[in-house]
């Protein structure tokens, strides 16, 4: 994806890291060197930079492991300047399940903390006055080292655990007024709390340190979208995608040109197609494969279709298409009756029909 660079997989999860990143990294060795004026405090501390991501990794992999004994896939950890993210599927709706998967996180952390305050003397770091405490700091040694990492793993599990959605803490939330509430009521709670303590995070933001400014903006509008993702879901539980169709679409043949695509394109509101032959479907074809083969106008749709697709039946649920879009990154299906093709499903169509069902709700919630 771009902006991101390919780490690798563990676990049998991708693991990317976004550029912005090495910003983080130049900005704490100028400033570590502005400071010191010292190379090796720049390399320990571009070093403690590293390793403390990797205690982030494996926070996010506390957070797949769980979510994965439940049968939930994580596509993707993500290396943030502000953290990591796992992209899990779906976060599970049981809240004993999304309890454990919010809390293995942290969890994860807490082991880390305590292997490392068994391995340093912890308490030699509180015993001496504040000035001998600070040259024993200075120091660039591994014990401090593992200290600040100590420290570092005591703040990861505290921050965390602040009851701001969509943090672990907010999720923990969550999950524990889920055992008495609805999902929808739940969620409505966690992400009014969250987002009010962005705003409190905001403000301090410009008396305390800049970097809160980033975090409050990323827990406000992180709350936000969770909070309106699960009233979505909400309104379109126990749908079915019938009930969504798209029935009048140009079905293509896989003897058309892209040229005949274009003018329809031009011609109408399409943007995608199925590609069809006696209603047997072949593959679709989408506004971002014309446009690329565009220059080619005699080229057959044939050769350019995607034949990886996937067809919905009419009776499965509108719920299971958005996983299929969070699995596929795809947002265009085929519809199907008895294996023919009936019509298409896509994310504008879904988006016009919350919007009604949106309008109907709150009709009779004011009637």
């Known amino acids: 994806m771009k902006g991101f660079l390919k780490l690798g997989k563990v676990a049998g999860i991708r693991l990317e890291v976004h550029w912005t990143f090495a910003l983080l990294l130049i900005w704490a060795g100028f400033i570590e060197f502005r400071n010191s004026g010292n190379l090796e405090r720049v390399a320990v501390n571009q070093g403690f930079i590293l390793v403390l991501m990797a205690c ?36 599970p709706e049981k809240p004993g399940q999304e309890l454990l998967v919010a809390l293995a996180g942290p ?10 305050a ?11 006055d504040n000035i001998l405490v600070e040259e024993m700091l200075y120091a660039p040694n591994l014990q401090n080292f593992l200290f600040y990492l100590f420290i570092a793993n005591v703040m990861l599990v505290v921050f965390n655990l602040i009851p701001a959605f969509p943090m672990d803490g907010g999720r923990v939330l969550r999950a524990l007024l889920a055992f008495r509430l609805s999902r929808v009521e739940a969620t409505n709670i966690a992400a009014s709390i969250g987002q009010a303590l962005a705003v409190v995070f905001f403000i301090l933001g410009f008396f305390v340190n800049p970097f809160l400014i ?17 009233k979505q879901n909400s309104l379109l539980q126990g749908h079915l995608v019938k009930e969504a169709t798209l029935t009048n ?25 199925v590609v069809a032959q006696d209603k047997d479907i072949l593959g679709i074809i989408t506004q971002k494969d014309i446009i690329k083969n565009a220059k080619t106008p005699s080229i057959l749709v044939r050769d ?3 034949k990886t697709f996937t067809a919905v ?25 008895n294996s023919k093709l009936i019509g298409a499903i896509d994310m504008v169509n879904i988006g016009e029909f919350i919007l009604f069902k949106s309008v109907s709700w709150n009709k009779i919630d004011n009637s």
């Open 249 to 273: 679409i140009t079905v293509l043949r896989p003897d058309n040109n892209v040229q005949e695509v274009i003018d329809i394109l031009l011609a109408s509101t399409e943007k995608d197609f």
């Open 107 to 116: 969890a994860v952390n807490v082991v880390i903390a305590i292997v490392l």
């Open 118 to 128: 068994l391995i340093i003397p912890v308490k030699s770091y509180f015993n001496f």
């Open 304 to 306: 350019i279709m995607d």
């Open 313 to 337: 039946d009419e009776s499965t649920e509108i719920l299971k298409v958005l996983e299929l879009v969070g699995k596929e990154k795809k947002s265009f299906f085929p519809v199907t009756r």
């Open 214 to 230: 980033l975090i409050a903006f990323f827990i406000f509008f992180g709350a936000r979208g969770e909070n309106q993702m699960v």
């Open 56 to 91: 982030v990794v494996l926070h996010e992999l506390g957070h797949a492991l769980t979510a994965r004994k439940f049968g939930i896939k994580t596509q993707r950890i993500i290396l943030l300047p502000i953290g990591g993210v796992a992209t899990l599927e779906k976060m």
